[in-house]
């Protein structure tokens, strides 16, 4: 059984970047494209499918986060993985 705890959103995410030494929301985001990455893996997955897989409503704006943090699109990306033989 899971325990609740009764805190603010405000009191959770300093908590969170005392103890993770980031913030949530780049935890989460970090966390989402490391999981992009992995899936990019596979080439029978789409991008857009990896897209809607770690969250994202809209392949255009996955793309454009993709590349930010990266520095490369998902194609470009992918086009760098070493072929399975």
């Known amino acids: 059984m899971a325990a609740v705890v009764h805190t603010s959103i405000f009191y959770f ?3 969170f970047r005392k103890v993770m030494g980031t913030t ?10 490391e999981k992009a990455k992995n899936l990019l ?6 991008i857009s499918e990896v897209a809607y897989e770690v969250g994202f409503q809209s392949l255009t704006h996955f793309n454009r986060v993709f590349n930010k943090i990266t520095g490369e699109s998902p194609a470009d990306y992918r086009g760098h993985l070493p072929k399975a033989t």
Do not use: A, M, Q
């Not at 949530?24 to 494209?33: G, L, N, Q, W």
């Not at 893996?41 to 789409?46: K, Q, S, V």
């Open 41 to 46: 893996l596979n080439p029978n997955l789409r």
């Open 24 to 33: 949530f929301t780049e935890f989460v985001s970090r966390t989402r494209f």
């Open 13 to 15: 995410c300093k908590l």
